[in-house]
């Protein structure tokens, strides 16, 4: 396994629309295992293909307090939603920032798994969240594309303050 580069915000590449994988073959397999390393030591509780680079409909999940609930969708396609929640939701590409969205707060989600099985999952709650958060990634769309401009070019200015002060300490 490998630990695969996670992209940063604003990198046009999270902009890409990922592709329906064809087939699950042993690079499907393998990019599935080398993303939930990646996840684990990033730490994060879900990755989709696109944050690192790859643009194919992968997402791993992993919300568990104990890292031992792995979930893989492959070509995730929501079925069914329920009601609204707003959630604090931060992003491995957006390091260190939090910001409260609005998801469905129920989701029916058909897709397959790493060995190319389909199944149909309910999911509420923060997996229902994270679920919604990894497909976004996969159709070129961020948690923060859903904040009001003005929080928006807050957001900006606290990045920019923080890879300033991250050049700092490097020098």
Known sequence: M???????????????IAKPVAKVNDNVKKL??????????????????????????????????NKDQPLCLINPVIIAEEGIQSCDEGCLSVP???????????????????????????ADEMLSVC??????????????????PLKLQRLKKRLLKNMREEDRVAS
Do not use: C
Request: charged share 25%.
């Open 32 to 65: 599935v295992d080398d993303m939930f390393e990646t996840m684990y030591v990033a730490p994060g509780i879900g990755l989709a293909a696109t944050q690192v680079n790859v643009h194919k409909q992968v997402i791993v999940i992993d919300v568990s307090e």
């Open 2 to 16: 490998a630990i695969l580069d996670i992209l940063y915000y604003p990198d046009k590449r999270l902009r890409t």
């Open 131 to 148: 679920i919604q958060h990894e497909m976004d990634h996969l159709v070129g769309k961020l948690f923060v594309d859903y904040l009001s």
């Open 96 to 122: 260190e920032i939090y910001e409260t969205v609005q998801r469905f707060e129920k989701v029916t989600v058909k897709a397959m798994d790493q060995n190319g099985d389909e199944f149909t999952l309910q």
